[in-house]
């Protein structure tokens, strides 16, 4: 109860109780009284400002080893807004001979019904000897006024040591590896998870890229030789082979139209190489082109006597005709010289749309290295820092 209600209470009472004695008693009796009442309010007061402060304390392990650490915590409840002075501890003091403090936590307020605040505060506690410690109330002020908590205890117990056998010793104990947890390890295992199913998908389009064969693209530079240069050129051949004094003139015969065909139609511009010699004959007539028309009619019936009827001509008439072919192709020429000619070849659809599908299969698998390859640093870099 607050000083100030108890003296309102009081007040009324008193004064009428010294008026009525001062009618009824002595002088002496009355000094008495009073004395009484003064000690009674005195106590009173005491007992309620008592009442509006506690201090607990507490420790969570009633026993330790040697060595281990305990936590006592203290408890002070009090009016809100009241100022409480704690002890000056520091780490590395000792609480009482014995018992060392290793860690003060702050001041942590919680706020109870009634305007009460509770104020506590956790010491982490040690010992190194085999005791029962004692440990008295802590001390503090409240408002300038001093308060004590309660005493608690602390037992310290040590390992037997067997002093009966002293030869009979163990070896240390091999070091413990630390727990497994999946916490530090699940990013590693999805990440290679995820680098195997990479692996997978970098083989399948390997194979596909393979399975695709690539459209191979070569851009050729022709020599283009006039007509007549290329017809003199296989005459001059015929020539070094002697095959106009040879035995076998249906195949001197042979060569020697098909090349004279050959210039026919590509001086003349038409399907010389599937006509007959009579359909040639007049094709050149037509074209008004009569330059030696009857020696080249004589020179193709005679190769088509020789090819089909067997028959045999005499080494004379086989020059005679060599020179006839040359004369008619030196006559019917058109000059010009060799030009080089650039030939690119044209890709169909389905060749383009292949030539894409290589492009998307080899940038997939750039991809995919690249990514591989930043995996397997993340992995390898993680894995020897959990390791070390």
């Not at 990479?198 to 530079?221: D, E, G, M, S």
Request: net charge neutral; with cysteine; charged share 25%.
């Amino acid at each position: 109860m607050n000083i100030r209600v108890l003296s309102h209470i009081t007040k009324p009472f008193l004064s009428a109780t010294f008026a009525d004695w001062r009618t009824s008693t002595d002088r002496g009796m009355h000094s008495r009284a009073r004395l009484v009442l003064v000690a009674v309010f005195a106590v009173a007061c005491a007992v309620s400002v008592r009442a509006q402060v506690s201090i607990e304390a507490a420790i969570d392990s009633v026993q330790i080893l040697i060595g281990e650490q305990a936590h006592m915590t203290v408890d002070v409840t009090a009016n809100e807004g009241a100022r409480i002075s704690w002890p000056q501890l520091q780490p590395r003091q000792y609480l009482v001979p014995g018992v060392e403090i290793i860690e003060i936590t702050d001041a942590d307020t919680s706020h109870l019904d009634n305007n009460k605040v509770k104020v506590s505060r956790t010491l982490t506690i040690t010992a190194f000897d085999e005791k029962l410690y004692s440990i008295p109330g802590m001390e503090l002020k409240v408002d300038g006024k001093a308060f004590k908590g309660n005493t608690c205890a602390l037992k310290v117990l040590t390992l037997d040591v067997d002093t009966v056998h002293p030869n009979q010793f163990f070896p240390p104990k091999d070091v413990q590896d630390n727990p497994f947890l999946w916490s530090e390890w699940s990013p590693l295992f999805w990440f290679s998870l995820l680098a195997l199913l990479l692996t997978v998908a970098l083989f399948y389009l390997t194979v596909r890229l393979k399975q695709n064969k690539p459209i191979i693209t070569h851009i050729r530079i022709v020599k283009k030789v006039p007509a007549h240069q290329k017809a003199l050129n296989a005459i001059d051949r015929i020539k070094a082979e002697k095959m106009q004094t040879s035995e076998d003139q249906k195949t001197y015969y042979t060569q020697l139209t098909d090349t004279l065909r050959q210039y026919i139609q590509e001086r003349f511009g038409f399907s010389a190489m599937e006509m007959t010699s009579g359909e040639i004959i007049e094709r050149l007539r037509e074209n008004g082109d009569k330059t030696m028309i009857d020696e080249l009619r004589e020179l193709f019936s005679t190769a088509d006597l020789v090819k089909f009827a067997k028959y045999s001509t005499l080494i004379n008439e086989n020059d005679l005709n060599l020179v006839n072919a040359i004369n008619f192709i030196d006559q019917t020429k058109v000059e010009g010289q060799p030009t080089e000619e650039r030939i690119v070849p044209k890709l169909s659809e389905n060749d383009q749309r292949t030539i894409k599908v290589r492009l998307t299969i080899k940038g997939f698998i750039y991809g995919i290295v690249t990514v591989l390859l930043l995996l397997l640093a993340y992995v390898i870099y993680n894995m020897y820092q959990l390791l070390n």
